[in-house]
């Protein structure tokens, strides 16, 4: 029988009437004779919540407790679904990820799927089970600890698990009706996409574009994994076909940039008066990364008397951590520097497509329109398919929309 994979994000199963209307959508998809397996995050805001319940505790909490207590919400949104489904006379039942077991990573809380055992599923399949509920976001590390797959992470649990079911698609069902352009919150030009590349997709959600977690992207790439994202609200599927994640080559429409990305919580950090000598970067990112800080975009001045500056961006919740690692000097392993300056009114704005490989004139056509609205750009960086820069956070909606604009990425 062939499987598909349904994942529905928070606002999906918000509340009882929200989980009953999933329930219905999947038992109308189950008449045509498919086996389900049904991904669901916790309820809106509950991660959230615990989230905030755990910063206010410690900001350097341990990464294994934090898992214990933000892999629940889950497993009530998956019991209640099974439930609401079992009283509409389906075969169904709720799984959490280490009675899959997924398999993950000892990165407690941004765990990498390492691989999922589906022969308990398949076995309850073949004795009639149509529905498996499955808790998102979760995983088993093999110390036995419950792992978490990093905020949005049920995406990801989802398309592994299309990938290890070999299902014919998964189909991610959220509260916008696709992939846009750019955030119609800020840009209400923005446009749905019909169909966007892989490559694309990974770039955007990297950059800040949060409808599907980056790991799940690559993933799907990885896998060829069939992956569409369309809203949960509307069944009409004629109106609601959502926005088809696939190869460059099945893309008719071919534009230079596909969308323009941002993320507004960044941090810029600068360590000033360091030794212009090998090693010291070593060092830093080295220390950094002990305190898993995510760190982006990275600049080194040119040096003056054999002394230079080294400034770096991470996600603004992680200044704490990066301030510890830089500051924890030893005897054996000591740092030295003038100054730590923190920027936190910072923001990213990217413009992303695979059209930049072979057109040019991408990055002066993006300078000279942030330039027209005087913003000054504090880092730029660049790969292949994307040019991302710096500002300061006050002009982010600014920058978006002059960027739409200018690219014109409201015309189809
Ligand atoms: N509930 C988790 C989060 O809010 C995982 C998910 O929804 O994908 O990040
Ligand atoms: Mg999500």
Redesign the pocket.
């Known amino acids: 029988m062939p499987k598909i994979v349904m994942k529905f ?2 606002t999906s199963v918000a509340d009882i009437a929200r989980i009953r209307m999933v329930a219905k959508r999947i038992k109308k998809d189950l008449s045509n004779n498919n086996q389900i397996i049904a991904v669901v ?2 309820m809106a805001g ?3 919540e615990l989230t905030r319940e755990i910063e206010n505790i410690s900001p350097l909490y341990d990464a294994r407790e934090y898992s214990a207590v ?1 892999s629940t ?2 497993n009530v949104t998956a019991g209640l679904l099974a439930m609401i489904l079992q009283e509409m006379s389906v075969n169904a039942r709720s799984w959490q990820g280490w009675q899959v077991p997924i398999n993950t990573s000892e990165e407690y809380s941004s765990a990498r799927i390492i691989n999922i055992d589906t022969s308990n599923l398949l076995s309850k399949f073949n004795e009639g089970m149509e529905v498996a509920v499955i808790a ?2 979760q995983g088993l590390a093999s110390d036995g600890r419950i792992t ?8 990801t649990s989802a398309v592994a698990l299309s990938a290890a079911l070999n299902a014919e698609r998964c189909d991610i069902f959220t509260d916008v009706n696709g992939i846009y352009t750019t955030d119609p919150r800020i840009c209400p030009k923005a446009r749905k996409l019909e169909k966007i590349s892989y490559e694309e997709m990974l770039e955007l959600a990297s950059l800040g574009a949060k409808v599907l ?1 980056t790991r799940s992207v690559e993933l799907a790439t990885r896998y060829k994994v069939k992956l569409r994202v369309l809203s949960s609200f509307s069944s009409d599927l004629k109106v609601n076909n959502g926005t088809l994640v696939c190869n460059e080559g099945e893309i008719v429409e071919n534009k230079v940039i596909a969308g323009v990305a941002y993320s507004r919580d960044e941090a810029k950090i600068t360590i000033t008066g360091i030794e212009d000598r090998p090693g010291v970067a070593a060092l830093i990112f080295s220390r950094l990364s002990e305190q898993a800080v995510n760190v982006d975009m990275i600049v080194q001045n040119i040096s003056d008397n054999g002394l230079t500056d080294m400034t770096f961006s991470c996600p603004i919740d992680q200044v704490p951590r990066a301030e510890v690692a830089i500051q924890k000097n030893t005897e054996k392993n000591n740092l030295q520097y003038d100054k730590l300056i923190i920027d936190k009114e910072i923001a990213k704005v990217s413009i992303v497509g695979v059209g930049m490989k072979t057109h040019s004139g991408v990055a002066k056509m993006m300078f000279e329109a942030l330039a027209k609205e005087r913003i000054n750009i504090i880092v730029i960086s660049t790969s292949e398919i994307k040019i991302s820069v710096l500002i300061k956070r006050k002009y982010l909606e600014l920058a978006v929309q002059t960027l739409h604009d200018t690219f014109e990425l409201e015309k189809a």
């Open positions: 994000g928070g995050s916790a509950y991660t959230n933000v919400g889950e998102g976001f978490t797959l990093g905020r949005g992470g049920s995406d977690q």
